[in-house]
């Protein structure tokens, strides 16, 4: 009830304020929100949001009577806002302030915005508080611009800024104890974090460029050695699990260039995994020729499952969802 008298409330002042319509509200589990129908250049700013959310705890201070009415439908100076087949004959209003001698001077119903002690008035058939002071509180929450350049407001009401509240100063212990640092110093230490773990990232990757060359080597080594018939077909498997997509490309593309310059191999393989084991990864096939990889992909998508993904540049790059029987996989 009270994030729904909080929705009227917040709606009322938008209009009044800013002459901006809701036309849409979602009262959520959590956070409730109202869309407004903005501009796709409009910006509702945060001084323009802390304004809003002061003027509504403002009314709600002034214990304003929130009062439920009901309107004959033909008489109703605002009737376009229930559906147009509606034929209930009369419509059930919240209104918020008092509307006595602030009639339509058309239609003899209560004005939608007037100025002074009448703040709105909506077309509801939901349950409300009886006056402003039962809401406690409002807070906004931020903005979220979507379709058609509409705007998101979220907001909490009375209980639910407590509840909020606690699971703020929950996350803040749990942050503290995992950054070993007070609240006020968690930004500043996500911050670092962040640093750290770019620098550690690029000298990852720079260890990998390193190591492609090697791994590729071993593999060359591999399909190289001991041939007895260089007719017949050969092939290896190589699994890096700490390696990504860019690594296993470049043992591929290597590898390739080690076999073309130099090798007594007519038909060879290889097929190159990256990933954890039980999460998969990327796959590269590298191999003599187009119809070699081809057959290769087709054996190892039964020996792992199937894997997604096509030629570039003389090689297959795709990737499969997990590496758990790719020891299995043979020519």
Same mark, same amino acid.
């Given at each position: 009830m009270q994030q729904h008298s909080g929705q009227h409330l917040l709606s009322a002042i938008f209009e009044k304020e800013e002459r901006l319509e809701t036309v849409s509200w979602n009262l959520g589990v959590d956070a409730s929100h109202i869309e407004l129908k903005t501009a796709k250049d409009y910006v509702i700013? &945060? %001084? #323009?949001?802390?304004?809003?959310?002061?003027?509504?705890? *403002?009314?709600?201070? *002034? !214990?304003?009577?929130?009062?439920?009415?009901?309107? %004959?439908? !033909?008489s109703c100076s605002t009737k376009h806002s229930v559906p147009e087949d509606y034929v209930g004959g009369v419509i059930r209003y919240i209104e918020i302030g008092t509307a006595e001698n602030l009639l339509d001077q058309n239609a003899g119903a209560p004005s939608r915005m007037v100025y002074g002690r009448f703040f709105?008035?909506?077309? $509801? $058939?939901?349950?409300?508080?009886? !006056?402003? @002071?039962?809401?406690?509180?409002?807070?906004? @929450?931020?903005? %979220?611009?979507?379709?058609?350049?509409?705007?998101?407001?979220?907001? +909490? =009401?009375?209980?639910r800024i407590c509840q909020y509240a606690e699971q703020s100063l929950q996350r803040d212990r749990k942050l503290s104890e995992l950054l070993s640092c007070p609240p006020e110093m968690h930004c500043q230490a996500v911050e670092r974090t962040k640093r750290q773990v770019k620098g550690a990232l690029k000298s990852l990757a720079s260890l990998r460029r390193q190591l492609a060359p090697l791994a590729a080597h071993d593999l060359h080594r591999q399909l190289t050695s001991d041939v007895a018939d260089s007719t017949k077909p050969r092939s290896v498997v190589y699994h890096c699990e700490d390696g990504d997509g860019p690594y296993a490309n470049a043992v591929g593309n290597e590898l390739g260039k080690l076999m073309r310059?130099?090798?007594?191999? &007519?038909?060879?393989? /290889? =097929?190159? @995994?990256?990933?954890?084991?039980?999460?998969?990864?990327?796959?590269?096939? /590298?191999?003599?020729?187009?119809?070699?990889?081809? +057959? /290769?992909?087709?054996?190892?998508?039964?020996?792992?499952? &199937? $894997? #997604?993904?096509?030629? &570039?540049?003389?090689?297959?790059?795709? #990737? @499969?969802?997990?590496?758990?029987?790719l020891a299995k996989f043979s020519l």
């Open positions: 700013g &945060a %001084d #323009k949001l802390l304004s809003i959310e002061n003027r509504c705890n *403002e009314l709600i201070l *002034e !214990n304003i009577p929130m009062t439920v009415r009901v309107v %004959d439908q !033909n709105g008035n909506g077309a $509801c $058939c939901g349950t409300h508080v009886v !006056n402003t @002071a039962q809401l406690q509180q409002i807070k906004l @929450a931020g903005t %979220d611009r979507i379709r058609g350049g509409n705007t998101r407001v979220f907001f +909490y =009401v009375g209980q310059s130099g090798s007594n191999v &007519a038909s060879w393989v /290889a =097929v190159i @995994a990256s990933g954890p084991k039980t999460e998969g990864g990327a796959v590269v096939i /590298a191999g003599s020729g187009e119809g070699e990889i081809h +057959y /290769a992909l087709d054996l190892l998508s039964v020996t792992i499952g &199937a $894997c #997604k993904g096509g030629f &570039a540049r003389g090689i297959w790059q795709g #990737k @499969a969802s997990s590496f758990g029987k």
